[in-house]
């Protein structure tokens, strides 16, 4: 979908897209195997689902089918199934029962791994009671909406390349996986896109988000995001996204997914714990706008402070988002910090840490709650 509607060739040419859902696909000429739902953009099949009912059959059953029913390679003949072989032409496969969903974008025999599609339910896995109908009605109701998939398809889904290095041979092996985003790092991207376009810069966000659920990936879709959005007007609503991580080893993760998604060179530029806000290549990207800017907690202030000192930066539109919003720094690092904070109020005694709390709460005037800068804060 246009980031605006003010071209009217565009909006005209995306509305041309079309999107059918097929019941019981024969896939294979070596099988009279069929799966209960094939989707389809202009032709072209994206997903398949297996539905269960817990009266019958329930979604591990589905997982189960997808294992032992669906090799992407035909055990007799060796031949592949295109539309089961990864990243050929299905890319998510869907496990589905009234109550649940799970997802893979990998089959591989027994050694496919699903992993939960659920909304989650008052803290805990699964869903929620539905009043509506069945728990999983999200998936074709919301999920499977045109607007909603072809965004997944066009703005969520890349491809992830892992490197390993043989140890003994020294022999550096690729594999590549399909990553298909899971319900909760959409929903809180798509709600927080939602609300910047409806209130516009100046708001205040916090997600809480499960360790080991995809944090790193969902600030990665949500600062892509933020800096292709579009106002009403059709003007950029954020001239510089600004991540901020509480370590350097999350810092490289982050930058890697950033580049992992990032669709343009030199998109995202980062601040090194050593050149700092002193870098030029920094102040560059701050000036011509158009671009995410990942450092740590250590070398926020001082890209801030050149937010402040630098005139031609005055009045610009920031979106901050800030990583483990809760964890501090003590010791050298937090003394370190309040040396680079000495112009800005903060009430903390001495033997406190400082977190990144603190900082986005500090009343300086280049980081002050003002209408111009966005946070939004993971926890």
Same mark, same amino acid.
């Given at each position: 979908?246009?980031?605006?509607?003010?071209?009217?060739?565009?909006?005209?040419?995306?509305?041309?897209?079309?999107?059918?859902?097929? @019941?019981?696909?024969?896939? %294979?000429?070596?099988?009279?195997?069929?799966?209960?739902?094939?989707?389809?953009?202009?032709?072209?099949?994206?997903?398949?689902?297996?539905?269960?009912?817990?009266?019958?059959?329930?979604?591990?059953?589905?997982?189960?089918?997808?294992?032992?029913?669906?090799?992407?390679?035909?055990?007799?003949?060796?031949?592949?199934?295109?539309?089961?072989?990864?990243?050929? /032409?299905?890319?998510?496969?869907?496990?589905?029962?009234?109550?649940?969903?799970?997802?893979?974008?990998?089959?591989?025999?027994?050694?496919?791994?699903?992993?939960?599609?659920?909304?989650?339910?008052?803290?805990?896995?699964?869903?929620?009671?539905?009043?509506?109908?069945?728990?999983?009605?999200?998936?074709?109701?919301?999920?499977?909406?045109?607007?909603?998939?072809?965004?997944?398809?066009?703005?969520?889904?890349?491809?992830?390349?892992?490197?390993?290095?043989?140890?003994?041979?020294?022999?550096?092996?690729?594999?590549?996986?399909?990553?298909?985003? /899971?319900?909760?790092?959409?929903?809180?991207?798509?709600?927080?896109?939602?609300?910047?376009?409806?209130?516009?810069?100046?708001?205040?966000?916090?997600?809480?988000?499960?360790?080991?659920?995809?944090?790193?990936?969902?600030?990665?879709?949500?600062?892509?995001?933020?800096? @292709?959005?579009?106002?009403?007007?059709?003007?950029?609503?954020?001239?510089?996204?600004?991540?901020?991580?509480?370590?350097?080893?999350?810092?490289?993760?982050?930058?890697?997914?950033?580049?992992?998604?990032? %669709?343009?060179?030199?998109?995202?530029?980062?601040?090194?714990?050593?050149?700092?806000?002193?870098?030029?290549?920094? @102040?560059?990207?701050?000036?011509?706008?158009?671009?995410?800017?990942?450092?740590?907690?250590?070398?926020?202030?001082?890209?801030?402070?050149?937010?402040?000192?630098?005139?031609?930066?005055?009045?610009? /539109?920031?979106?901050?988002?800030?990583?483990?919003?809760? %964890?501090?720094?003590?010791?050298?690092?937090? @003394?370190?910090?309040?040396?680079?904070?000495?112009?800005?109020?903060?009430?903390?005694?001495?033997?406190?840490?400082?977190?990144?709390?603190?900082?986005?709460?500090?009343?300086? %005037?280049?980081?002050?709650?003002?209408?111009?800068?966005?946070?939004?804060?993971?926890?």
């Amino acid at each position: 979908r246009p980031a605006e509607s003010m071209n009217p060739s565009t909006t005209a040419r995306y509305a041309q897209n079309k999107l059918r859902v097929a @019941r019981q696909v024969y896939y %294979s000429e070596n099988k009279t195997d069929s799966i209960d739902l094939v989707f389809f953009v202009n032709g072209l099949p994206v997903a398949t689902a297996e539905l269960k009912s817990e009266f019958q059959q329930d979604v591990h059953e589905a997982i189960r089918q997808y294992r032992q029913d669906r090799p992407p390679v035909d055990p007799t003949t060796r031949r592949r199934e295109p539309l089961l072989t990864p990243g050929r /032409r299905a890319l998510v496969h869907f496990a589905v029962d009234n109550s649940e969903i799970y997802m893979t974008t990998r089959l591989d025999g027994a050694e496919t791994r699903f992993l939960p599609f659920n909304r989650g339910n008052a803290g805990h896995a699964g869903n929620p009671p539905n009043p509506g109908g069945a728990e999983t009605a999200y998936l074709w109701e919301e999920v499977l909406a045109k607007d909603a998939w072809l965004g997944i398809l066009g703005k969520f889904m890349h491809v992830q390349v892992d490197k390993r290095k043989d140890p003994t041979s020294g022999r550096v092996s690729r594999s590549s996986t399909v990553i298909f985003p /899971r319900f909760h790092q959409h929903d809180a991207v798509t709600k927080l896109l939602a609300d910047a376009k409806e209130k516009g810069p100046g708001q205040r966000y916090l997600v809480q988000h499960s360790a080991g659920s995809g944090k790193t990936k969902t600030i990665a879709w949500l600062a892509h995001r933020l800096i @292709r959005h579009m106002s009403p007007d059709a003007a950029s609503t954020f001239d510089s996204v600004i991540v901020v991580t509480d370590r350097t080893v999350l810092d490289e993760n982050v930058r890697e997914d950033m580049r992992l998604i990032q %669709s343009s060179r030199g998109l995202v530029v980062s601040v090194g714990e050593k050149s700092g806000a002193k870098s030029p290549q920094l @102040r560059d990207a701050l000036i011509e706008g158009d671009h995410i800017i990942t450092c740590t907690l250590q070398t926020f202030p001082e890209v801030m402070k050149l937010v402040a000192d630098t005139a031609e930066l005055r009045g610009r /539109r920031w979106a901050v988002i800030a990583d483990e919003a809760h %964890s501090s720094q003590s010791g050298s690092t937090a @003394r370190d910090l309040r040396e680079l904070l000495v112009d800005v109020d903060l009430d903390i005694d001495d033997g406190e840490g400082i977190s990144a709390d603190d900082l986005l709460a500090a009343k300086d %005037s280049a980081i002050a709650a003002s209408a111009n800068i966005t946070f939004v804060a993971l926890t």
